[in-house]
Antibody, heavy 117, light 111 residues
């Protein structure tokens, strides 16, 4: 079955960077886009961007442009999302999701990133 | 870019039907047939319930249906069951630089 397994929780200081991984299994990794969505505690969902694992093409929400980088390693079916210049407002659960660039068919379990001095 | 507008909460009794609205603009909901709906139980990852306005992924009960009229999309759940109690989010492709925008979410309570 389709599975997306994300890396574990992170605690970072303001100004640092975080890199979250998302390992896919149960399907052909290069056949579906990977989206990244985040959710602050008690808040709604916020789309960050998408990546085509086949081409490496990406599209980022304007809010995150310049701070986010989405990459992949097709040999191990793993996608990555790196967010830099972290601030307290970036504290959230970060999800990867398999799908198209407009819809998320299946989701990872989420990675809690806490930004605190 | 503002989020799509959803009611904060809706409620219904078991067996009843409810509808959750999702209002956007002609740049998102009204302009494209790329509206999705997600169900999220507390502490869990979201689950896709409807994509491209009215399509159900395999495994999603046919009690869940989606539609769109103008700039407003709707999710209807018929024959409400206790396990339907969750938060529901709509999303849409948008021609703005964001690309995909979510609604603020609706908490469904099954009385």
């Amino acid at each position: 079955q389709v599975q997306l397994v994300q890396s574990g929780a992170e605690v970072k200081k303001p100004g640092a960077s975080v890199k979250v991984s998302c390992k896919a299994s149960g399907y052909t990794f290069t056949s579906y886009d990977i989206n990244w969505v985040r959710q602050a505690t008690g808040q709604g969902l916020e789309w960050m961007g998408w990546m085509n694992p086949n081409s490496g093409n990406t599209g980022y929400a304007q809010k995150f442009q310049g701070r986010v980088t989405m990459t992949r390693n097709t040999s191990i079916s793993t996608a990555y999302m790196e967010l830099s210049s972290l601030r307290s407002e970036d504290t959230a659960v970060y999800y990867c999701a398999r799908g198209s660039s407009t819809s998320c068919y299946s989701w990872g379990q989420g990675t809690l990133v806490t930004v605190s001095s | 870019q503002s989020a799509l507008t959803q009611p904060a909460s809706v409620s219904g009794s078991p067996g009843q039907s409810i509808t959750i609205s999702c209002t956007g603009t002609s740049s998102d909901v009204g302009g494209y047939n790329y509206v999705s709906w997600y169900q999220q139980h507390p502490g869990k990852a979201p689950k896709l319930m409807i994509y491209e306005v009215s399509n159900r992924p395999s495994g999603v009960p046919d009690r869940f249906s989606g539609s769109k009229s103008g700039n407003t999309a709707s999710l209807t759940i018929s024959g409400l069951q206790a396990e339907d109690e969750a938060d529901y989010y709509c999303s849409s492709y948008t021609s703005s630089s964001i690309h995909v925008v979510f609604g603020g979410g609706t908490k469904l309570t099954v009385l």
